[in-house]
């Protein structure tokens, strides 16, 4: 890779990045990002080599990169001291993962129970950079929470009750933490094999235009409807999330173009945000990829990565259906139409000149469900087919420097999730060594007593909280670990359980006070965060219900019977309808008054839950809310009327 091609894919200074690396330091980053790359495709494709060589050349690799190209802090960009600083912590890094791989016949056998002086010095190696690593690339509170544990490990013994444990000496924590049951269990582990190869994946088809594709694809087939611009965010960004998992990565490439147009048409500023960061957010969430924690909890669940899929299908499809309805609905009551036919991109042009850019998503796809393949195969399968595809056009075709680039891309982007999954293994080692987990467990299980809605609830709340300081992957993590068997105890199914803390983990990307792609979004729109992040709570509400559907109702999981999961599909997409009309106060073609909207509001939950009797309240308070409606409609309609008349008299 040029220094010049670089240099254009850096970004801003306020994300912590350097601006610019040139000369050796350029070309020393791009040929390790390019052997990362090459090393995971070669091992996980045709050499299966040990897993704990595998995960210490992938922490090793990726912990290189982050000191090569995240400063110790904002100002330290050219400080001759702070480059001097990172580049023996990079010497220190290279001793210490050489080490453990020359001794790892001998150190799983010492780990945890005798070991040596060197060990325990390797061990505050790696611990200290998996924690700085964190820092620069996620913030202080992921790092501050890891500490806490650790040091939760050694005090335990000082604290009363439940959460109280006899301690555990220095020694014993630093080499534990060092083992397939901390740093390198399961969060590196899918870091390291699928959600690596399925983030190369996303850069192969974005460097050769596939995002492009999409987003052209959006405006084409939705640009000219009502609120056209809005629904082609939603599309474009579910076809883009699909792949990137990345609900920020997806505001930045597809709000940029989708964002400026919804303003164009007469939605204000924050509406234009709020709607891409609930679009974008909802890529974590959309098969086939969804979000790289979904690869971790078919490890934790121990389960095919396809039945997370599968699981996934009839939610999605219930968030961007209500998200689309609200836009739908918001343009009505706005009275927006869509883009004039003359500034619309011609789907037929647009699938002739870069349709090919889709199969490469349809390989994906089949050989996880028809050829049921592993989803490393599979990725694999969709990196290559995505370079046979690129020749079929010349603006497509895959040249040598945009294979670097791809290579490179792929490296860097998964830089900040290898960082989070290994300080997220921290917590996890503590946990499996001390036995937290399960005090956890009982400490929420005796506050809730057999109250299951109030366990979800505080589970909702502390993923929430979590994540308004975490990556997504790093919340599910502790938050599974620490509540999800809680949930399990008080007889939720696992995969339910799972995905509950999973879906409000990725929802924390819009949720306030931080609300990373709320702010992202704001910052294209040129409005207030908070005005932005509030505005997609409103437009990404059914999302805040959906989970406790997967508790109360798992057909919605697609577990249970065909006619089950059949009528829990069309009662929840009834329910989500009535609720984005009650929410938006526009039902029927015209504007709803108070109560129609509180019964809206109220069908739609009982609906969304699935039951024979709280359908047919559903249902019920539909008919009611219709024919409210009606009736006051008519009404209005008479008032108009005469005044007309009086008017025209």
């Known amino acids: 890779m040029s220094e010049e091609k670089i240099t254009d894919l850096e970004i801003q200074e306020n994300s912590g990045l350097r601006k610019a690396l040139s000369g050796i330091e350029l070309k020393l980053f791009t040929l390790i990002a390019v052997f990362m790359s090459l090393f995971h495709l070669f091992v996980l494709g045709f050499y299966p080599i040990t897993p704990w060589v595998l995960y210490t050349v992938h922490l090793g690799l990726g912990t290189i990169l982050i000191l090569m190209i995240y400063p110790m802090k904002r100002s330290a960009y050219k400080n001759l001291l702070a480059t001097i600083i990172d580049y023996i912590l990079i010497l220190l890094v290279l001793f210490a993962g050489s080490y453990l791989i020359i001794e790892m016949d001998e150190l799983i056998y010492r780990i945890g129970v005798a070991p040596t002086a060197l060990d325990l010095l390797v061990s505050i190696i790696l611990i200290g950079a998996v924690l700085e690593i964190t820092r620069r690339t996620t913030g202080l509170i992921l790092p501050i929470l890891a500490l806490i544990f650790i040091l939760y490990a050694h005090y335990g013994k000082y604290i009363p009750g439940d959460l109280g444990h006899r301690g555990y000496s220095w020694d014993r924590i630093l080499s ?9 269990s399961v969060p590196i582990g899918a870091s390291a094999t699928f959600v690596f190869l399925f983030i190369l994946f996303g ?39 699909s792949v990137s998992g990345n609900s920020v990565a997806n505001v930045v490439s597809t709000g940029v173009f989708t964002i400026p147009l919804m303003k164009k048409i007469g939605y204000p ?12 957010t909802g890529g974590q969430i959309m098969p086939p990829i969804l979000g790289s924690a979904a690869f971790i909890m078919a490890q934790l669940l121990g389960t095919s990565y396809l039945n997370i899929v599968y699981a996934s299908i009839v939610p999605a499809l219930l968030y961007f259906f209500t998200v689309m309805i609200m836009i739908d609905l918001q343009a009505a009551k706005l009275g927006l139409k869509g883009l004039p036919k003359n500034e619309l991109p011609n789907i037929k042009n647009v699938l002739i000149k870069e349709g090919h850019l889709f199969i490469p998503l349809l390989v994906l796809i089949f050989t996880m469900t028809v050829l049921k393949t592993s989803p490393i195969k599979a990725a694999i399968w969709a990196i290559a087919s995505t370079i046979i595809v690129s020749f079929v056009k010349k603006h497509t075709r895959m040249t040598f420097s945009k294979l670097i680039n791809c290579l490179v891309d792929g490296a860097q982007s998964a830089l900040g999730m290898i960082a989070a999954c290994a300080t997220a293994g921290l917590v996890i080692g503590v946990l499996n060594l001390t036995g937290a987990g399960l005090k956890f467990a009982s400490l929420i299980l005796s506050i809730a007593g057999d109250n299951l809605a109030l366990a979800l609830v505080m589970t909702m709340c502390a993923t929430i909280i979590l994540g308004m300081g975490l990556p997504t992957t790093a919340a599910y993590l502790i938050t599974a670990a620490v509540v999800a068997p809680a949930l399990i105890q008080m007889g939720v199914s696992p995969l339910s ?22 702010y992202a979004a704001a910052g294209i729109a040129d409005a207030k965060p908070m005005q932005v992040a509030f505005t997609a709570m409103k437009i990404g509400i059914v999302a805040f219900i959906i989970p406790f559907v997967f508790v109360y109702g798992p057909a919605i999981l697609l577990q249970g019977t065909p006619i089950q999961i059949l009528v829990s599909t069309l009662t929840a997409l009834i329910g989500a309808f009535v609720l984005a009309s009650g929410v938006e106060g526009w039902f029927i073609g015209k504007s709803a008054n108070i109560f129609v909207r509180i019964l809206l509001i109220a069908a739609s939950l009982t609906l969304i839950v699935p039951g024979l009797i709280t359908d047919t309240v559903g249902v019920g308070l539909i008919l009611v809310g219709i024919i409210v409606q009606l009736y006051f409609s008519s009404k209005k309609d008479q008032k108009v009327s005469k005044k007309i008349n009086e008017i025209e008299g």
Request: net charge positive.
């Open 203 to 241: 850069s192969f088809l974005g460097v050769t235009g596939g995002s492009r594709f999409f987003i052209d694809f959006a405006i084409g087939a939705t640009g000219g409807k009502r609120g056209g611009p809005a629904k082609a965010a939603v599309v474009s960004s579910a076809l883009f999330g």
């Open 176 to 184: 534990y933490l060092n083992s397939m049951d901390a740093i390198f």
């Open 497 to 518: 359980a799972h995905m509950f803390v999973f879906y409000f983990a990725c929802l924390s990307a819009f949720t306030p006070p931080v609300a990373l792609a709320a």
């Open 269 to 280: 500023s924050r509406y234009a945000g709020a709607v891409e960061s609930v679009a974008s």
